[in-house]
């Protein structure tokens, strides 16, 4: 019997997911299909209702609905429930929902497997305090950095981040900033987890976060963005895109549905 999955986003046709887990079908031999969904955040739910009514198994949530599902699901994992963040949605034999969020686990293993960064005791700058930040934060976290910087034009959401996770940070420093605020000294990684991307915008940073030996990683993927373009430009050692994240983090997925990981350097490769 095909399992049946989909990605529900606004926008979502330049999702590559359905691709992604074709692939990941083939190679560990399953039988499921995988679609996109457009939603609104009016009609969220009720076509959620319908996907899981019809016999749907599971779901990945993207751009913009990452914290608004948190409300649709009945049970969360610890890591959505910390992240209130959920890119995963699985339905359990009881019929509940079940809400994951993979997000960080596939930025850490594309950042330390894939491009070999190190994270541990480096200082880090996140562009945007939403979903994607909210579902990556802990596994950062995880990572013992020395210091993490916010920057977020509504500064007051970036606070709420800082205060969310501050329970969770150690000896890592955690700060909030609004971008015209962001301290000049340069930073060795820069995530940019707006959706600007997506406009063919570049958040505001200013070009001092950047020098010879920072990395530049844009959690969206696709062309070179403007972020990533930006980055090449001012010297940085290595700028990547989100491919790796996104694959790692749909691997991460698939197991929950299917209980097995499909190896995504094969994948990578193909794509």
């Known amino acids: 019997m095909s399992h049946h999955y989909l990605v529900v986003g606004n926008p979502i046709e330049h999702s590559i997911s359905p691709t992604v887990h074709a692939l990941f079908a083939e190679q560990t031999h399953r039988n499921l299909e995988y679609t996109r969904l457009l939603a609104t955040s009016d ?17 990945n949530v993207t751009l913009p ?42 930025l850490i ?16 700058l996140i562009a945007g305090a939403g979903g994607t930040v909210r579902g ?15 920057a977020n034009r509504t500064v007051s959401r970036a606070s709420e981040l800082v205060s969310a996770f501050q329970s969770r940070a150690g000896s890592t420093s955690l700060t909030a900033s609004g971008y015209d605020d962001i301290e000049s000294a340069p930073f060795d990684l820069v995530i940019n987890a707006t959706s600007m991307s997506l406009a063919n ?8 976060a950047i020098a010879s030996h920072s990395v530049a990683y844009d959690c969206l993927y696709g062309t070179k963005t403007p972020f990533m373009q930006w980055a090449t430009d001012l010297g940085a050692s290595a700028v990547h895109d989100g491919l790796g994240m996104l694959l790692e ?23």
Not at 43 to 59: I, P, R, T
Not at 110 to 122: A, E, F, P, S, Y
Not at 136 to 150: A, E, K, R, Y
Request: glycine share 10%.
């Open 249 to 271: 983090q749909a691997a991460e997925s698939f197991y929950i549905w299917e209980g097995v990981r499909p190896k995504t350097r094969l994948i990578r490769g193909r794509l």
């Open 65 to 106: 609905f990452k914290e608004k599902v948190i409300d649709y699901c009945q049970v969360l994992t610890d890591d959505a429930q910390t992240a209130q963040s959920v890119n995963t949605l699985k339905r359990l034999p009881d019929g509940q929902i079940e809400g994951h969020t993979t997000d960080g686990a596939g």
């Open 43 to 59: 009609n969220l739910f009720s076509k959620l209702d319908a996907f899981f009514a019809a016999g749907g198994q599971g779901c």
């Open 201 to 208: 915008e570049l958040p505001p940073i200013n070009a001092s």
């Open 136 to 150: 990556i934060f802990g596994s950062l976290l995880q990572q013992q950095p020395t210091q993490i910087v916010i």
């Open 109 to 124: 293993t594309d950042l330390t497997v894939n491009c070999g960064v190190t994270i541990t005791g480096q200082r880090i």
